[in-house]
């Protein structure tokens, strides 16, 4: 069993300093106060029994927790003053100096929550290494300057999450819409060099790439862009490349049309190769200034091109992207694995999701690129255009900010829809479950709670939105002056840009699940703990409404996707209120408003359920089915799909996409408990070693390829297949 100390850093649990811990503070009390040895021994032994219970890496303030609930049950009531005593003395000592410990424990690879706090990023490598650090000192300012103390306790506490804390300090906002229409037809600057309107399809996938890593290192959130803005350049490439071919063919005496159209198309197809894998190589090969590859996603909507011909272009493009998806990246041993960006998103709509429409080419090779790949994942325009209806009463259809998170409808000045160029503010989340707990079933208890934790996540949000007014242009000008999301001036400010609902501000929530749960007993699949969740969510949009509706700043609901975080909050809800079976039994709450990984459920119920509580999401949500090996039956993936187009606005399927690089091995790493800690291992040549192996999977919208706090590999381990 391990235990984590309070920088992070992990070692082996130890039960004699608990019972050496006690021993001190019992020699400091008068004899008269004093417990036996043998009742010391028994609390050591008793913290050390819960603590295996947990089946987890037990953190020092849990084991002191536990202690002192120990020494009071024995009415050592001295004791335990003494305890607690010397307990709050060294707090007062460390806080004086907690960030430099933090630090060094980063620097020498040594903090384990770190390393296990974002899949993504490898905590060895200098730069994130330095982002580690920046993110340290930000946390610091941002929990002693920045916030008000209640926010940071409840922060610390589980009630709610401040996310990204570690870039607050700074003037940055979370996820966006690239605008890479208008930088590529109109031009842009690059850390002061002007770059022009592209004359080639192949030069616009180039600097869509310099633009990707700009605009990552400007922002902490996902980025997306859509192909359709590439599409133009096809038809530009393909009028410089028959030029070409009519001159060259020309000197050999052949001028008829078939045999230009023929060279030139065949030479258009190479260029858009050449284009869309230099896309993919440079965003997977990149390290922004964060110390991780740009979370970018990749939208591909046939339905925004302007014409048929922008059309067929943008089917060409598609087409390359899915196929050089499906054959993935080479990784350092020269074996194909699962990239983890960029993220790509498919649209459903009726030009290609059933057999016979002209489209449907490209579904069956998004569906081949699924099963093996686990992306693309999939918008329903059907779905979409009836939820999200903007003011002039239309249906839009349009990609979310890298996994999930949506823009609201937003009509200009104009009257025209617009989303590119558009932007999240930030995030915070409440748990659900906390309150769930916190009313013991009372109802009228839970609404009244309810109501002061909606009152603290809203001066939250209030904190992020003021965080960012009076931001200069000059703060990120590659998306402010040049064209990612505005062309401000020099020194002018963006406030304008975050009020009348051009930009939104997310109320994150987590554990719908386990909060029915712990109100009436009934889970989100039986007819009562649905209504109970609905009404919740309907709770949730009422606030979001009111505070929108009060300050002309768009709030909207987020289904959030924790990652490390659903294991703060379990940790946090076993602390404060034990572990209590159905709700607070697993070191993981639940994503959003999902159904439990463990609930055995059909895919198609999870989907035509799991829609009811997306409609109630505007401000972001994902939906999946947990899929076994689907490469040999892809009529049941493209059955899933068409599922997705007629019942809910956004889904995926989750495979898993492995290898381990010691034998070769090519499936499904498993997850195996050693000494009370959850490892990956291959079935084959039993291989822990997690530098020698590549494991995808898909925990929050998006594709980890690293490793995870074990709370969510106990998810991970948990999940129940769907179809």
Request: hydrophobic share 35%.
């Amino acid at each position: 069993m391990k235990l984590i100390k309070r920088n992070g850093s992990e070692e082996e649990f130890d039960k004699n300093k608990i019972y050496l811990a006690v021993e001190k503070a019992n020699n400091a009390v008068d004899d008269a106060d004093r417990i036996r040895p043998g009742q010391i021994e028994k609390i050591t032994d008793r913290v050390t029994k819960k603590c295996v219970k947990l089946a987890r890496a037990v953190s020092v303030e849990e084991i002191q927790d536990m202690v002192e609930r120990e020494i009071m049950a024995l009415g050592a009531f001295a004791l335990a003053k003494a305890y607690i005593t010397y307990r709050y003395t060294r707090e007062l000592v460390r806080r004086a100096n907690t960030t430099d410990d933090k630090i060094i424990s980063l620097i020498e690879c040594n903090n384990e929550e770190v390393k296990q706090e974002n899949s993504n990023k490898n905590p060895t490598v200098n730069s994130v290494q330095r982002d580690y650090m920046a993110g340290e000192v930000s946390k610091d300012i941002t929990r002693r300057l920045l916030l008000p103390p209640d926010i940071v306790k409840a922060h610390d506490e589980g009630i709610i999450h401040f996310h990204d804390a570690d870039y607050f300090a700074q003037h940055m906002h979370n996820c966006d819409l690239v605008n890479l229409g208008d930088m590529l037809e109109n031009g842009t600057v690059i850390s002061g060099t002007l770059i022009e309107k592209p004359h080639s399809f192949s030069t616009a996938c180039n600097i869509s790439t310099q633009i990707i890593a700009q605009v990552a290192s400007n922002q902490y959130g996902g980025q997306s862009i859509s192909l359709t803005h590439l599409a133009p350049f096809v038809n530009i490439s393909r009028q410089k490349i028959r030029r070409a071919v009519t001159e060259e063919l020309s000197e050999l005496g052949i001028t008829d049309s078939e045999s230009i159209d023929r060279i030139t198309e065949k030479r258009l197809r190479e260029e858009i190769n050449r284009g869309v894998q230099c896309i993919q190589y440079q965003v997977v090969t990149l390290l922004t200034t964060n110390g991780q590859a740009p979370f970018i996603t990749v939208f591909m909507y046939l339905g925004e091109a302007k014409d048929e011909q922008e059309r067929d272009d943008l089917a060409l493009i598609i087409e390359e992207v899915l196929e050089q998806r499906y054959q993935g990246v080479k990784n350092e041993s020269g074996a194909w694995i699962t990239p983890a960006f960029p993220k790509l998103i498919y649209v459903l709509e009726e030009d290609n999701v059933r057999e016979g429409s002209k489209y449907y080419y490209l579904t069956k090779l998004a569906a081949k690129c699924t099963a093996k790949r686990m992306v693309p994942d999939y918008i329903s325009e059907k779905i979409m255009l009836e939820s999200k209806i903007d003011k002039n009463g239309n249906g839009q259809c349009y990609t979310c900010m890298g996994c999930r998170s949506f823009l609201t409808p937003y009509v200009d000045e104009n009257g025209e829809p617009k989303y590119y160029g558009r932007f999240n503010q930030g995030v915070v989340t409440v748990n659900l479950v906390d309150i769930g707990l916190s009313a013991g079933g009372d109802m009228e208890k839970f609404w009244r709670i309810f109501d002061e934790r909606m009152k603290l996540c809203h001066r939250a949000l209030r904190a992020r939105h003021e965080r960012l007014l009076g931001t200069p242009s000059d703060a990120a000008p590659i998306l402010w002056q040049y064209g990612a999301l505005t062309r401000l001036g020099k020194g002018e400010k963006i406030d304008k840009y975050l009020y009348g609902g051009y930009s939104t501000l997310s109320l994150g929530y987590a554990g719908l699940w386990e909060c029915v749960y712990a109100l009436n007993g009934k889970k989100l699949t039986e007819p009562e703990g649905e209504a109970l969740g609905l009404e919740i969510m309907k709770k949730l949009n009422e606030y979001t409404a009111k505070w929108k509706s009060a300050e002309n700043i768009d709030y909207s609901l987020y289904g959030t996707p924790l990652e490390s975080t659903t294991y703060k909050f379990a940790k946090a809800l076993q602390r404060r209120f034990g572990v209590i079976e159905g709700v607070s039994d697993k070191n993981y709450i639940t994503n959003s408003y999902h159904v439990h990984v463990t609930e055995p459920i059909d895919a198609f119920a999870k989907l035509e359920l799991e829609a009811k509580f997306q409609k109630l999401s505007p401000g972001g949500a994902i939906s999946y089915v947990e899929v076994p090996d689907m490469q040999n039956n892809l009529d049941a993936v493209l059955g899933v799909m068409e599922y997705i187009y007629d019942h809910i606005m956004y889904a995926e399927l989750n495979t898993k996409s492995d290898f381990c690089q010691e034998c070769g091995f090519d499936g499904e790493i498993e997850i195996k408990e050693v000494d009370g800690k959850l490892l990956w291992e291959c079935p084959v040549c039993h291989n822990r070693d997690q530098s020698k192996m590549n494991v995808a999977r898909r925990t929050c919208g998006y594709i980890g390829t690293q490793y995870w706090n074990q709370g969510r590999t106990q998810e991970i381990q948990e999940r129940v297949l769907h179809l």
